[in-house]
């Protein structure tokens, strides 16, 4: 009964090549993430769905793109991987709303080592 | 713009002291939320605590505290009578209610706790 999960939990890579990491809630949260965390432990937001909407977009590269079928599922595509793309990615989930500001729910996260 | 400083970077102490950890937050939003997380070695991000901007009571749960004080922008947390286990990366977040969905890390302070 995991509330967020991700797939695969390692994932290592040579360059250039393309791949994607999974990620599902059974929270029933209208909102999921996409994190980002470096190798001096820093987390930066990347994408955020609402609702299978993309709302929120940072300066990531146009290699990433983040694909939602429905609320339950939040996956992360990444083209043509860099070297500099080797982090812990972080799948989340939140319950949306003006005023509930919720925490969020992460899921264990993917160790994404390019070679 | 929102932003989170934390800038203990690594703190040690030896089992049973207590220690305390600083978050600065920065926001134009009067509404508005902040947030704990603790990363253990494991690497998965737990919840700890969520406070809002009107209630700055302070909040006690077991040997671990939490002094919110608007006037200084200030989120401290506080562990007494730490314990080996309390060793891990400890992350200060804030929300607003105008972007709800963008939740903004501080850098986290490491702390390690020997026996």
């Known amino acids: 009964d995991t509330a967020v999960s991700q797939t695969p939990k390692y994932l290592v890579t040579q360059m250039g090549n393309d791949k994607s990491i999974k990620c599902e809630q059974n929270?029933?949260?209208?909102?999921m993430y996409w994190y980002k965390q470096d190798s001096k432990k820093f987390l930066k937001i990347m994408f955020s769905?609402?609702?299978?909407?993309?709302?929120i977009n940072e300066t990531v590269p146009n290699r990433f793109s983040p694909k939602s079928p429905d609320k339950a599922h939040l996956n992360l595509h990444i083209n043509s991987l860099e070297l500099g793309d080797s982090a812990v990615y972080f799948c989340?989930?939140?319950?949306?709303?003006?005023?509930?500001?919720?925490?969020?729910?992460f899921g264990p996260g993917t160790r994404l080592t390019v070679l | 713009a929102q932003k989170v400083t934390q800038a203990q970077t690594e703190i040690s102490v030896v089992e049973k002291e207590d220690v305390t950890l600083d978050c600065v937050y920065e926001?134009?939003?009067?509404?508005?939320?902040l947030f704990w997380y603790k990363q253990p070695p494991s690497g998965e991000l737990v919840f700890l605590i969520r406070?809002?901007?009107?209630?700055?009571q302070n909040e006690i749960s077991g040997r671990y505290s939490w002094n919110f004080q608007k006037s200084t922008s200030s989120f401290n947390f506080t562990i007494t009578a730490s314990q080996v286990v309390d060793s891990a990366v400890y992350f200060c977040?804030?929300?607003?209610?105008?972007?709800?969905?963008?939740?903004?890390f501080g850098a986290g302070t490491r702390l390690t706790v020997k026996p």
């Open positions: 989340a989930s939140s319950q949306e709303g003006p005023r509930l500001a919720g925490e969020l729910f």
């Open positions: 406070r809002n901007s009107f209630d700055e």
């Open positions: 769905y609402n609702n299978k909407e993309l709302i």
């Open positions: 926001t134009r939003d009067t509404t508005y939320y």
């Open positions: 977040a804030l929300t607003t209610a105008y972007n709800n969905n963008d939740m903004r």
């Open positions: 929270l029933g949260h209208d909102t």
